[in-house]
């Protein structure tokens, strides 16, 4: 409408969405485009090869899967190696994930290519029909699948239906696996203990400096790791990357400065330094450190569940989904610096395992 046209309001003008009975009859029906053959449908030629192509993709799938089969099979799990941009990294896990990558995205493509390429393409039509079927109506139906069957050539390519069934069927052998025994190594007893040991220095997580009982005030809250799995862990000796993430998982400690006053255990008491005592950081409900500590009550909160310990009564849970205390690192004074008197007494981290 241009700027000096009026817009008047018809009251006997139908609505804009009302479309007469007969409209419907004024339009032809523009039916199905023209079918296009395809080349491999009028190119025997042009059809094996595309046959082949298929073959060759469920063939890589196959490859894969027995790839992904070796692997889990021969490969060191620990096997560790350096990749450009990425750097080091667990090539155990690298291998298998791109085996089960190729397994996968071969079948993907090999079925694609097949519909793309041989599976009949002519388009068809259907009319409605009421929903009970009678006989007839059934027999007619197994005659079209039958059709379909024969006009896919199905019989005329074994080589196809082979390579599908066993990429399809050496496929499912990984998610056995996975279901049987998960994609790792088992834990076994890594889970019982942690690297502290008897000697071991406390050193100020990230800076990895040791630390002397002054430097610990009343109501601060220093987080620790193991001497030589923080700070410079290069050298000879060094542990190794994962070696350092495992550590940081099990092993890492909240050490507290309390009023010995305070402290309503012995243990606690001789477990620690003037009022300063070591406690693991892994939340025994589902592992999240356990970050946040209240001066004022003396409460340690695990911020993934509200879970809360008293620091003040061996740790006890007094709030929360957590069942177990948190475990309390053994520490003294050697040449001036803390340092574990022993490892960990229990397990720390999640307790919903048998622990024995
Ligand atoms: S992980 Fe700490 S409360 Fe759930």
Known sequence: MSDDQIAVHDPHAKPATYVEADAVDRFENPGLPPHRPRRADVDEQAAKRAERQVATMFTLSILGTLGFLVCYFVVDPELRGSLLVIGEMNLYHLILGLTMAASLLFIGLGAVHWAKTLMPDTEVVEERHLQASDQESRDEAAGILSDGYRSAQLHRRPVLLLTAGGALSLFALPMALQVAGGLGPLP???????????????????????????????????????????????????????????????????????????????????????????????????????????RQTHHLLCPCHQSTFDMTNDCEVIFGPAKRPLPQLPIMVENGYLVAADGFAEPVGPSYWERG
């Open 188 to 294: 076994g007893d890594t889970l019982e203990s942690t690297v502290w040991k008897r000697g071991m220095r406390l050193m100020i997580d990230p800076s990895g400096a040791p630390i002397r009982p002054e430097q610990v005030t009343q109501g601060s809250v220093i987080h620790v790791m193991p001497e030589g799995y923080v700070g410079d862990t290069h050298g000879e000796d060094a542990p190794s990357a994962l070696e350092i993430m495992e550590a940081k998982a099990t092993a890492s400690v909240l050490l507290v400065k309390l009023n010995p006053e305070d402290i309503q255990s012995q243990k606690q008491l001789d477990w620690g330094v003037d009022g300063i005592v070591a406690y693991s950081k892994i939340c025994t409900h589902v592992g999240c450190p356990v970050a946040l500590y209240e």
